[in-house]
Every structure is written in structure tokens, then in C-alpha cells.
């Protein structure tokens, strides 16, 4: 066994000592972090127990189980063993007391992002549906291929936006940015590229993507105003109940 693991059992044998199993005010089994402590020990001692049984019956080669059991799927409960350190660093328990305590107000506020995507997304599906499938293609000749090697929309020659070069033509039959997922055609892939700029992440080439594609006026206002309200305003909520919460504790 790892000598970590007999560290772990003794400090919880000490404990239950000095404190008392259950029944106590101040039991080892009446506080959280110890609760934790005692459920990584016991789920490691079965595990090198059943870990042994399946060794001296033969069957570790076969994968390592035993009696009906996985020996491996109980390994992966040691992942938890880092946690202990939280319950020796006052500090790191008033972060994580403060994150659980949150749990509720942040469910508020991950449905009140969820409204503002919803608008947005519906907003944008009227607006610009079907705009992100027309690129250029080289005149008079049938091919899949854009004419260019970063394809970009485009608009016909009636429209605002981009206009193709001379010998290239644009035309409607091009999957769009990012192999066709960044778009407005159905409501999933609009909530998908809302979501996308609210985070910040690029959404500037879709600003740009959409300006080509039917001029400058309707996106600057649409994409300006989500990140604006979305990303700025509704997205930092989560940090103020954040912080809120970890003065209550402080």
C-alpha cells in the first residue's frame, strides 16, 4: 500500500479517538470535511483489500476483478484525496463554503443568462437567417470550391456587404464559417453563436462575418449590444454573487 494511504488511516484513527465517532457534539463523523476524510479512507482500504483478494485468486491479469467488482472503478475515488488538503487550510473551506452557498443565487443567474441567449438567438434568426452561405466562386465554372482560399460571405451586387472580385461571382451554395456552425439558419446553431460571443471568444470574426455578408448597420448594433449586455453586465452577476457570498463567510 502507499504510504500515503497508512498516513490517511492514521490521522482519521487519531481523530475518531480524540473526538468521538458519532454520538459526540463534536464528533469526527459530525463535520463535513472529516466526513469526506473518513469516506477517501474507507473507499482506499476496500480497495487495496479487494485489490489483494483478486491477486491471490489469480484474476489481476484478467483486468482486476473480483467477486463482481472493479478494483479499477474504485481506484478513481482517489482523485478525492487532493480535498483533504482543504480541511487543513481554513481559508480554502471559506472558498469552497462560499461556492456551495452560491449554488442558488448562480442557478439565478445561469437562467437569467439563459433568457438573455433565447433573445438574442431569436432576434438573430430573424435578422440574419440564411446570410452565412454565399461566398465567391469563379465564374461560369460548377464547383464546391470557393474561389478563395479563406472564404468569407459575401453579398450580391444589389447589397450592402462585401462584393466578390472580378471573375468570381457569389453564390448561395457554400456551408458557411467554421464547416457550417456558426450561423443563424435554425434555432440550436443560433443559440450556439450567441453563446460563442457572449463568452468573447471570437466574436469579432462573426461580427465581420455578418458585416460582409449584408453591410455594417444591423450587425454592429446586434453583436455591440450582446456582448455589451451579455458579457459585461450579465455575465460579471456571477461574480458578484461570488463575491458576496465569500464576505459572508469572510
Known sequence: ????????KNASTVKIIAYGLLFHPNAYLRNGWNLLDFIIVVVGLFSAILEQATKADGVNSLGGKGAGFDVKALRAFRVLRPLRLVSGVPSLQVVLNSIIKAMVPLLHIALLVLFVIIIYAIIGLEL?????HKTCYLTGIATDTPAEEEPAPCAPVSQHGRQCQNGTDCRAIWEGPKHGITNFDNFAFAMLTVFQC???EGWTDVLYWMQDAMGYELP???????VIFGSFFVLNLVLGVLSGEFLVFE
Open 220 to 226: 454592429w448594433v446586434y453583436f455591440v449590444s450582446l
Open 1 to 8: 500500500r502507499s504510504p500515503y494511504a497508512i498516513t490517511f
Open 198 to 200: 457572449i463568452t468573447m
Open 128 to 132: 440574419f437567417m440564411g446570410k452565412m
